[in-house]
């Protein structure tokens, strides 16, 4: 990790600076610990609940818990890649907009113009998708759930194709050609008049030297030291034109791998637990969905994914995060079937004891319990998922030194923003949508924390280092509410992201 570009001198002064970002980083993370814990009470109350409770017995208990869990982290993923889509179309247009000057890297505008663009794409998507899976719910319930989520799995490798090579060779790499080649064509025109005007300088010059003049000499002399100082002048903005060009290169080139990347990440980070989900929701609705086999299926079926991909020889970030997505498909699972279990022991205790409960009483319990502990727990790793990939871009800007301030704070501070602006249409987008656009928010503020979290490592001391974690922490627990066990999951996960390199 390069040192951080705050180049505090003093161990003392770079842990205040490190605690105060660090601070606002983990105040933006908390911040969103209220808003999500009040969506969710919506989620699970009665009314949304009952589609849900309904399909419960229909896909089984795993079934259930993976269909909800490889939905919710297709969500967040969705969401997330869509906000680095737009804010990277966003930075591309405004390197295209502008001349060839220097400075580009350090320009305000583009990187708040991208990440708000990026924040809002993020939020906007989510609600959508929201808003979407409510109604497939509603309307055609848990099993249009599975053929949904199916169909988008299947198309998104097709869709990345055509994408890929829109983008690869269509508009989007070719952004700030024009500008460039009308730059080189008014830098050949006026080179190609200052060699003419020195060329007539010297014919000048040969003939007054030749009819033996001087005080003409001495003019042409004045006037051949201006037409220096121009092409000494000329030749300065020269190599400040192309030194920007270079840069506006580099930043394009940047931009570009890290939406191929996240573009591969979309299309196929989901297939794992997508495969999961479609095998354990197919034994629900053949009827064995409380069978022990299917766990038995379940756990080697992930076992054997698991292991084809971590021996590739190509591992790349896709592969990373859909190996830990099926994971957590399958702790959702495990979390769902537990929850109908505990009813079950708690009705044969009751049973034991000579209180008599009828057998729809306990399978509407079980179907209710196992509904709550899915959603909670989906709701929950879709969290951590936006969280974790927002900060590895917050990771990777802080790495390209783009400015450890510029990045927490701003992040930060339209993270703010979209929070309050989905709490005020809170009503105008339902459930779902609520729940989706806070998944963006939280990936806003997953760059905030991400950024701090890299930021951690670039002190030049150890002092900086643990202002800052200290910061991120205590920020993050103080405005969150105490949330000790949420908080001290999503820390170390967004810290993990942040220091990884999938650019």
Request: charged share 15%; with cysteine.
């Amino acid at each position: 990790m390069r040192p951080t570009k705050l180049g505090a001198g003093s161990p003392s002064v770079e842990a205040v600076l490190g605690f105060a970002l660090g601070a606002v980083g983990g105040c933006i993370l908390g911040a969103t610990e209220g808003p999500v814990d009040r969506v969710l009470s919506e989620l699970t109350a009665a009314g949304p609940l009952k589609p849900v409770m309904e399909e419960a017995s229909t896909v089984g208990a795993l079934g259930l818990g993976t269909l909800l869990g490889a939905t919710a982290l297709s969500a967040a993923m969705t969401s997330a890649v869509a906000g680095v889509i737009l804010a990277a179309i966003v930075a591309l247009l405004f390197v295209a907009s502008r001349s060839c000057l220097p400075s580009h890297t350090d320009s305000a505008g583009l990187w708040v113009s991208a990440g708000l663009a990026g924040a809002l794409g993020a939020t906007l998507s989510g609600a959508t998708l929201g808003v979407t899976i409510e109604w497939i719910v509603k309307t055609f319930g848990m099993v249009g759930l599975l053929y949904a989520l199916s169909v988008f799995t299947v198309l998104k490798p097709l869709l990345h194709l055509v994408f890929k090579q829109l983008w690869v060779e269509g508009a989007c790499c070719t952004l700030g050609s024009t500008v460039w080649t009308r730059g080189r064509d008014q830098k050949e025109i006026s080179e190609a008049q200052q060699r003419q005007r020195e060329a007539e300088l010297m014919e000048q010059r040969i003939l007054i030297l030749e009819k033996g003049g001087e005080a003409s000499g001495a003019e042409l002399e004045s006037k051949w030291e201006v037409e220096r100082q121009q092409r000494e002048e000329r030749e300065r903005k020269k190599r400040e034109i192309e030194e920007a060009e270079m840069e506006q290169r580099t930043i394009q080139d940047w931009i570009n791998t890290v939406v191929v990347k996240h573009v591969d990440f979309l299309a196929f980070s989901g297939i794992p637990m997508t495969v999961i989900a479609v095998v354990t929701s197919g034994f629900g609705v053949l009827g064995y969905g409380g069978h022990q086999s299917v766990f038995i299926v379940l756990l080697a079926l992930v076992a054997v994914i698991v292991y084809l991909l971590m021996k590739s020889s190509d591992f790349k970030f896709w592969m990373l995060v859909g190996c830990m997505g099926m994971i957590a498909t399958f702790v959702i699972a495990m979390l769902t079937l537990h929850a109908g279990q505990v009813v079950v022991s708690k009705a044969m205790k009751m049973r034991a004891a000579g209180q008599e409960q009828s057998r729809e009483n306990v399978s509407t319990r079980m179907n209710q319990q196992s509904s709550l502990e899915a959603l909670n727990a989906a709701v929950f790793v879709s969290r951590l998922c936006q969280l974790s990939l927002g900060a590895t871009v917050g990771g990777a800007l802080v790495r390209r030194r783009l400015g450890e301030v510029r990045v927490i704070v701003g992040a930060a501070s339209i993270a703010g923003g979209l929070l309050v602006g989905v709490e005020v249409l809170g009503t105008v987008l339902g459930e779902g949508g609520r729940a989706g656009a806070l998944l963006g928010v939280v990936g806003a503020a997953g760059v905030s924390v991400g950024a701090a979290a890299a930021m951690a490592g670039g002190w030049t001391s150890w002092l900086g280092t643990l202002g800052t974690i200290s910061g991120l922490i205590l920020g993050a627990l103080g405005v969150g509410r105490w949330h000790l066990v949420n908080i001290g999951l999503q820390v170390p996960a967004a810290y993990v992201f942040a220091m990884t390199n999938p650019f």
